[in-house]
């Protein structure tokens, strides 16, 4: 067994977890793949069957990384765990609003999991354990970055169980669901999701706090 997957969207997050590890980790493997939640999913899902065919297969998946947070949900520089992973805006829009791919009348054999990929729980137990001031709650996935007051509103509506919104962290946990493969999601907070502002950002306090949080990984 190749013990845990940590996958990240860029190397500066893959950076942060590797110096926060327990030195030196042979059971820890972090990998930067890419932006957005199909390249994310692609990247896993082969990295996820090389090491099933090569007889040592990932015991774990994990998706890092920063994250924006809702504002009165999480603080910037918190960390996040996800109980559930939800493909936010897969689906249609319409004149009455936004309509759940669910929901749209396909057959369910056509949908896979769904939008919604719930972290395992024995996994989210362990990383709740070692991480008690980490919030809890759900992370959306979304492929178009929230910056606006409406729509930043219009999604917490939507979600008021979310804590945060990344962008790849779906595509990862159908990648894990697909080879049977527990899941699970970890992020720091580097900025508040509404209008976009980058003075608002705080990417080293985030960087430090996801430094910290991987201490608990192995």
Same mark, same amino acid.
């Given at each position: 067994?190749?013990?845990?997957?940590?996958?990240?969207?860029?190397?500066?997050?893959?950076?942060?977890?590797?110096?926060?590890?327990?030195?030196?980790?042979?059971?820890v493997t972090?990998?930067?793949?890419?932006?957005?939640?199909?390249?994310?999913?692609?990247?896993?899902?082969?990295?996820?069957?090389?090491?099933?065919?090569?007889?040592?297969?990932?015991?774990?998946?994990?998706?890092?990384?920063?994250?924006?947070?809702?504002?009165?949900?999480?603080?910037? #520089?918190? $960390? &996040?765990? =996800? /109980?559930?992973?939800?493909? +936010?805006? *897969?689906? %249609?829009?319409? !004149? @009455?609003?936004?309509?759940?791919?669910?929901?749209?009348?396909?057959?369910?054999?056509?949908?896979?999991? #769904?939008? $919604? &990929?719930? =972290? /395992?729980?024995?996994?989210? +137990?362990? *990383?709740? %354990?070692?991480? !008690? @001031?980490?919030?809890?709650?759900?992370?959306?996935?979304?492929?178009?970055?929230?910056?606006?007051?409406?729509?930043?509103?219009?999604? =917490?509506?939507?979600?008021?169980? +979310?804590?945060?919104? %990344?962008?790849?962290?779906?595509?990862?946990?159908?990648?894990?669901?697909?080879?049977?493969v527990p899941?699970?999601?970890?992020?720091?907070?580097?900025?508040?999701?509404?209008?976009?502002?980058?003075?608002?950002?705080?990417?080293?306090?985030?960087?430090?706090?996801?430094?910290?949080?991987?201490?608990?990984?192995?």
């Amino acid at each position: 067994m190749s013990g845990l997957l940590v996958v990240t969207a860029v190397p500066a997050e893959a950076e942060a977890i590797r110096a926060g590890l327990t030195a030196p980790d042979e059971t820890v493997t972090v990998v930067p793949v890419g932006v957005g939640p199909a390249v994310a999913a692609a990247a896993t899902a082969r990295l996820l069957a090389l090491t099933e065919a090569a007889g040592r297969p990932y015991r774990a998946v994990v998706s890092a990384g920063i994250a924006g947070g809702f504002a009165g949900r999480v603080a910037v #520089g918190g $960390t &996040v765990l =996800a /109980d559930r992973s939800v493909a +936010a805006d *897969l689906g %249609a829009e319409s !004149p @009455g609003g936004f309509i759940p791919i669910e929901d749209l009348g396909m057959p369910p054999e056509l949908l896979g999991g #769904g939008r $919604t &990929v719930p =972290a /395992d729980p024995g996994l989210l +137990a362990g *990383l709740r %354990a070692a991480l !008690p @001031g980490a919030t809890v709650g759900t992370v959306l996935t979304v492929s178009t970055v929230t910056g606006t007051a409406a729509s930043t509103a219009a999604l =917490a509506e939507r979600h008021p169980d +979310a804590v945060a919104e %990344a962008m790849e962290g779906y595509g990862v946990a159908v990648a894990a669901a697909q080879a049977g493969v527990p899941f699970a999601e970890l992020r720091t907070v580097s900025n508040p999701i509404g209008p976009r502002d980058r003075g608002a950002w705080r990417m080293r306090e985030a960087f430090a706090a996801l430094t910290t949080a991987a201490a608990v990984l192995h």
